[in-house]
């Protein structure tokens, strides 16, 4: 079987789009269309459902997806062995998504510095909400997830990667600022949140339950999107919110923004490394991990 054949399928599987999955490989629309036709023709099948608004694998389009990735993980791994392409220069493309909180902080430096040591990689990020990335990884539109939360999903897995510490956040010279208040205090407080799907919202909300509180039992007034909108929030004085410290580290230097500490809740959290489940990492994904983990504290 040409494996040319399976890469192009799976690549619309993955992008949903012939174009997408054209500019992902490098060739012409026309050329994944011929791709595909001529390995439904092989197998005697309707592959892609192409009447709706995206491209969706039929059912037969989903068996074949799953033996496909498997069938070009292989013959990754065996050009690997044969050409011993374990040492070198590293080339390609390292395409990751990144949470609010490391995407607005942490990554950015980590990424830039690894291009900067292997100048041949091109390296690509996307910053979403945890759910969202965790879903791209899941569909391969990312190779690599980095998210503050590991919300269950049969097509990822997840490994530790760092720790965070999750502060509450308040504008200059809040009278919580500085201190540690108690939860009493903290519920006649305005309180900022950041949407569903997001992983200092989980945290958050994982810790109240421990001490028998919920999310609404607090006086939350606006629900704000990610990180950067309630960051702002806070630093124009309207509200108290939970956030990632490194997220609020050079307000915290500028006097921009002050922080305190909820009596009873230790909101430090997991960052966490997610992939794609069964899916063949390439040696930029590897080399990335690894000069990661040598630089972030243990």
Do not use: W
Request: hydrophobic content about 40%; proline content about 4%.
């Amino acid at each position: 079987m040409d494996t040319r054949q399976l890469a192009a399928f799976c690549a619309v599987v993955e992008r949903k789009s012939f174009s997408q999955a054209a500019e992902r490989l490098g060739v012409t629309q026309p050329a994944v269309s011929l791709q595909i036709r001529s390995l439904e023709q092989r197998l005697g099948r309707q592959l892609l459902d192409r009447s709706g608004r995206r491209v969706e694998p039929t059912e037969a389009g989903l068996r074949l997806y799953a033996s496909a990735q498997k069938v070009l993980a292989l013959e990754q791994q065996l050009l690997a062995d044969v050409t011993g392409d374990t040492e070198g220069t590293l080339t390609g493309t390292l395409e990751l998504g990144a949470s609010t909180g490391p995407g607005g902080t942490v990554v950015p430096v980590l990424l830039c510095e690894f291009q900067e040591a292997h100048p041949e990689v091109r390296v690509r990020l996307s910053v979403s909400d945890t759910q969202t990335v965790v879903a791209q990884v899941a569909e391969r539109e990312l190779e690599l997830g980095v998210v503050g939360a590991a919300p269950r999903h049969r097509g990822v897995a997840y490994e530790p990667f760092f720790r965070d510490e999750v502060v509450l956040a308040c504008p200059t010279g809040h009278p919580f600022a500085g201190k540690t208040v108690s939860l009493d205090a903290l519920r006649a407080e305005p309180l900022l949140v950041m949407q569903e799907g997001a992983g200092v919202r989980q945290v958050i909300e994982d810790e109240l339950r421990k001490v028998g509180t919920r999310l609404r039992d607090l006086n939350v007034r606006v629900v704000l999107g990610l990180q950067e909108s309630v960051r702002s929030a806070v630093a124009a004085g309207h509200g108290v919110t939970f956030i990632s410290r490194t997220g609020i580290e050079s307000d915290l230097a500028a006097g921009t923004i002050a922080m305190a500490r909820v009596r009873g809740l230790d909101p430090v959290r997991e960052i966490f490394l997610v992939r794609a489940g069964g899916r063949a990492e390439t040696r930029a994904a590897q080399a990335f991990v690894e000069f990661a983990r040598s630089r972030l504290p243990k």
